[in-house]
């Protein structure tokens, strides 16, 4: 049974760093596209980056130059770093895997291009 499980999650301050991380286990980790979403309270989940089999990524504007998303195919891990964090950045933080490798940011940018979820975590930036 394939898991993705999402760790790194937590309280920073404006203009601080997290570093999310997804492991992926059971998952032929370089036969997937990983992405990451986002999703506050009273909203509706949105895309903040992904990454392709072997590398090319994407970005939602409200993250680019703040936000890379990297992979690790031997480990078998997503990672999200985050920088120079603001507010509007709290919410739970979801990684996504991907079967489907088009090369057009609009599909992973899309929930329903998704085959596999983990559980999300908590990130909370405090003004």
């Known amino acids: 049974q394939v898991q993705l499980v999402e760790s790194g999650g937590g309280l920073a301050q404006t203009g601080g760093s997290l570093r999310l991380s997804c492991a992926a286990p059971?998952?032929?980790?370089?036969?997937?596209?990983m992405g990451w979403f986002r999703q506050a309270p009273g909203k509706a989940r949105e895309f903040v980056a992904a990454?392709?089999?072997?590398?090319?990524?994407f970005y939602a504007d409200s993250v680019k130059g703040r936000f890379t998303i990297s992979r690790d195919n031997v480990e078998k891990r997503a990672s999200l770093q985050m920088n120079s964090l603001k507010p509007e950045d709290t919410a739970v933080y979801y990684c996504a895997a991907s079967p489907r490798d088009p090369s057009y940011a609009s599909a992973y940018a899309d929930p329903s291009s998704y085959s596999y979820w983990g559980q999300g975590t908590q990130v909370t930036v405090s003004s």
């Open positions: 059971g998952l032929s980790f370089k036969s997937y596209a």
């Open positions: 990454i392709r089999r072997l590398g090319p990524t």
